[in-house]
């Protein structure tokens, strides 16, 4: 008999967008996802879909079908875990705070805490998901856990990881270039494969469906976003010499990535990488390389957060010293908060790291992001404890209005790229600003000689 009862430990961003696709393609199937977050599990039940806590193009359509027939959002995780035949954990692992492997290992208390509850709950067996990016072998140590404090009853762990691109979540779930599924090659690990491929085909095509041994699946996840991000800070990297030659660094990206060998992707100069992964899972990938003694390799992997974080410094720095070396006092504009479009996530973005320089250089910091409030931007400035919280309150204001953003700002800085800033009218904002008035194009979306006819002096990443 096929799975019936899905749980899902973990409402964010990955638990959460996941489930709901697996729930509108398998109906027959009941899909439950529970979090202690009171307060998360109730917007994702409010009656307007709209104010779900994630924002996904696409994902609250799916939700209003599916939510209440076969999908459900509960605080109840005893009652899910012994209800269903197949577990998802796809709870947070943070970078370490604390302790040995601080600022690199993945923090994987959450993970055990969750293992350890399924352990005393559960009375069948059960099937194990790791959907939460974990360091390579962490199965072992769930299995250990739900094998030696359970109550006999037998599981098998799958590793499946997650490849989705914030922005397009909802897209890669329903037309995903590949679904991984590691697991054991006993016996009864194959067919707990076959249990999950089994779901996933409801609506992918086997051939997309690969497996393969669970520590195959838990690096490959590692290793696709160290490959991302190196491409990023390749290119960034590359954009800063463009600029000392002349070169035009878009002009570089269209080239080289017309190399078959190469292509085209990820190849977009910007102020730097953010997201929940990329350097969380690089600052894992070093950390586990020297735990092995690979020094030359955590030195290389390393490298890749070093030029990020050198970029995101670079653009700060680019704008004291075009502002006069002062921004005191001054207005700027932030365009985006989000670490890229399409998403309410700001997790390490990068326009975070920007206004805290600035800010630290007194800098008055206007924010406008069409999907981010200003209690999160307050938030994560917070979170770096550069200064007292009431000194961020200060130094921040936030508009719900783009054109109220801009008025009377010294310059603007676009940090996230969405669509609707190349629609402005960028006349109207130039008008409203001190002069002469400045974009700081970090994202490199808007046209610069258009921005310059106008009066703007204009900068971009590369130009």
């Given at each position: 008999?096929?799975?019936?009862?899905?749980?899902?430990?973990?409402?964010?961003?990955?638990?959460?967008?996941?489930?709901?696709?697996?729930?509108?393609?398998?109906?027959?199937?009941?899909?439950?996802?529970?979090?202690?977050?009171?307060?998360?599990?109730?917007?994702?039940?409010?009656?307007?879909?709209?104010?779900?806590?994630?924002?996904?193009?696409?994902?609250?359509?799916?939700?209003?079908?599916?939510?209440?027939?076969?999908?459900?959002?509960?605080?109840?995780?005893?009652?899910?875990?012994?209800?269903?035949?197949?577990?998802?954990?796809?709870?947070?692992?943070?970078?370490?705070?604390?302790?040995?492997?601080?600022?690199?290992?993945?923090?994987?208390?959450?993970?055990?805490?969750?293992?350890?509850?399924?352990?005393?709950?559960?009375?069948?067996?059960?099937?194990?998901?790791?959907?939460?990016?974990?360091?390579?072998?962490t199965a072992e140590a769930i299995k250990s856990i739900l094998d030696n404090t359970g109550n006999g009853?037998?599981?098998?762990?799958?590793?499946?990881?997650?490849?989705?691109?914030?922005?397009?979540?909802?897209?890669?779930?329903?037309?995903?270039?590949?679904?991984?599924?590691?697991?054991?090659?006993?016996?009864?690990?194959?067919?707990?494969?076959?249990?999950?491929?089994?779901?996933?085909?409801?609506?992918?095509?086997?051939?997309?469906?690969?497996?393969?041994?669970?520590?195959?699946?838990?690096l490959s996840k590692l290793t696709a976003n160290a490959f991302l991000a190196q491409r990023i800070s390749?290119?960034?990297?590359?954009?800063?010499?463009?600029?000392?030659?002349?070169?035009?660094?878009?002009?570089?990206?269209?080239?080289?990535?017309?190399?078959?060998?190469?292509?085209?992707?990820?190849?977009?100069?910007?102020?730097?990488?953010?997201?929940?992964?990329?350097?969380?899972?690089?600052?894992?990938?070093?950390?586990?390389?020297?735990?092995?003694?690979?020094?030359?390799?955590?030195?290389?992997?390393?490298?890749?957060?070093?030029?990020?974080?050198?970029?995101?410094?670079?653009?700060?720095?680019?704008?004291?010293?075009?502002?006069?070396?002062?921004?005191?006092?001054?207005?700027?504009?932030?365009?985006?908060?989000?670490?890229?479009?399409?998403?309410?996530?700001?997790?390490?973005?990068?326009?975070?790291?920007?206004?805290?320089?600035?800010?630290?250089?007194?800098?008055?910091?206007?924010?406008?992001?069409?999907?981010?409030?200003?209690?999160?931007?307050?938030?994560?400035?917070?979170?770096?404890?550069?200064?007292?919280?009431?000194?961020?309150?200060?130094?921040?204001?936030?508009?719900?209005?783009?054109?109220?953003?801009?008025?009377?700002?010294?310059?603007?800085?676009?940090?996230?790229?969405?669509?609707?800033?190349?629609?402005?009218?960028?006349?109207?904002?130039?008008?409203?600003?001190?002069?002469?008035?400045?974009?700081?194009?970090?994202?490199?979306?808007?046209?610069?000689?258009?921005?310059?006819?106008?009066?703007?002096v204009y900068q971009a990443i590369g130009s």
């Open positions: 008999m096929g799975i019936t009862k899905i749980c899902c430990i973990g409402a964010g961003y990955v638990g959460g967008p996941t489930m709901a696709v697996i729930a509108q393609k398998c109906p027959q199937i009941q899909v439950t996802v529970v979090d202690l977050n009171e307060e998360r599990i109730a917007a994702w039940n409010d009656e307007d879909v709209n104010k779900i806590p994630i924002y996904e193009p696409g994902l609250s359509d799916i939700v209003k079908e599916a939510r209440g027939r076969n999908l459900f959002f509960s605080t109840d995780v005893e009652k899910a875990i012994d209800e269903a035949q197949m577990i998802f954990i796809s709870v947070n692992t943070p970078t370490k705070t604390y302790g040995k492997g601080k600022g690199m290992a993945a923090d994987l208390k959450f993970i055990e805490l969750c293992a350890r509850q399924i352990a005393k709950v559960a009375k069948e067996n059960k099937i194990v998901v790791e959907k939460s990016t974990l360091p390579v072998r009853v037998k599981f098998q762990i799958l590793s499946n990881p997650e490849f989705l691109a914030e922005g397009t979540a909802v897209q890669d779930l329903l037309n995903p270039d590949r679904i991984l599924i590691g697991g054991d090659t006993t016996e009864e690990g194959q067919k707990a494969i076959q249990a999950l491929v089994d779901v996933y085909a409801n609506w992918v095509s086997e051939d997309k469906i690969l497996t393969t041994n669970v520590w195959s699946s838990e390749s290119i960034n990297a590359m954009s800063e010499l463009c600029e000392k030659t002349g070169a035009d660094v878009n002009e570089v990206a269209r080239a080289i990535g017309m190399d078959s060998r190469i292509g085209p992707k990820f190849l977009k100069a910007s102020v730097g990488f953010g997201g929940s992964c990329f350097q969380k899972d690089i600052l894992n990938l070093v950390y586990i390389a020297k735990s092995y003694g690979l020094n030359e390799v955590a030195d290389y992997w390393e490298q890749v957060i070093i030029m990020n974080d050198h970029q995101k410094r670079r653009f700060s720095n680019n704008i004291v010293k075009t502002l006069y070396n002062t921004v005191s006092d001054k207005k700027i504009t932030f365009l985006g908060w989000a670490f890229k479009k399409d998403t309410n996530d700001t997790r390490e973005s990068a326009a975070i790291y920007v206004a805290d320089d600035l800010i630290s250089e007194n800098a008055k910091i206007a924010v406008y992001d069409p999907k981010v409030s200003r209690k999160k931007v307050l938030a994560d400035l917070d979170y770096l404890e550069s200064r007292a919280a009431d000194e961020n309150v200060n130094s921040v204001l936030s508009f719900e209005n783009p054109y109220e953003a801009c008025a009377g700002a010294h310059a603007i800085a676009v940090l996230t790229e969405w669509d609707e800033f190349v629609a402005y009218d960028w006349q109207k904002i130039y008008d409203s600003m001190q002069k002469p008035a400045f974009v700081f194009d970090g994202r490199n979306i808007l046209n610069g000689s258009d921005l310059e006819k106008i009066g703007f």
